[in-house]
């Protein structure tokens, strides 16, 4: 890729118009990792944290992040969602939220899933921040992504 598309010829922001791309099936999946406590796995894997079920909050606040992207981001285009995957796992350090989106449109999904990821992420810490004051967001990545004319992309985990 050459330049930021963002920019117009004098270096204002516009939003890139996507009027003549084709309609394409696209995915994206993003992954984001919240840190926490021994004490909030334990919680988590047992009777749960005192504010509910932080897992099942998490996964609907990704769902309702992904489909409030462009509200949030200032150039992204409002696209049909067609579908989103969340899944919430406890790990032994951490919370791991993975979300998938798909679509059929003219631009992709890749900050849609992210900021999926990302809400949820918060909402774990909303949840658990009455347990655990240090909770961090520890990582929010694009995983993968396919469809339109950057084709296929895979994160290289080795790195």
């Keep these: 890729m050459t330049g930021f598309t963002h920019l117009d010829d004098s270096g204002d ?4 118009d996507v009027t003549e791309k084709a309609v394409t099936d696209r995915q994206a999946r993003a992954r984001a990792f919240v840190r926490v406590d021994s004490t909030v796995v334990e919680m988590l894997r047992g009777s749960g944290v005192p504010k509910g079920d932080a897992l099942a909050v998490a996964r609907i606040a990704a769902i309702a992040g992904t489909k409030r992207t462009n509200e949030l981001i200032p150039l992204c285009h409002p696209i049909a969602i067609h579908g989103v995957d969340v899944d919430v796992s406890v790990e032994d350090d951490g919370v791991r939220i993975d979300v998938t989106v798909r679509t059929a449109d003219r631009t992709g999904v890749e900050m849609e899933a992210l900021t999926g990821a990302s809400v949820g992420a918060l909402a774990v ?3 658990v921040k009455g347990v655990d004051r240090s909770a961090m967001i520890d990582e929010v990545v694009l995983v993968e ?3 339109g004319r950057s084709g296929h992309y895979v994160r ?3 790195a």
């Design 13 to 16: 922001a516009h939003m890139v």
């Design 125 to 127: 810490i909303d949840m």
């Design 145 to 147: 992504k396919f469809g």
């Design 156 to 158: 290289d985990e080795s």
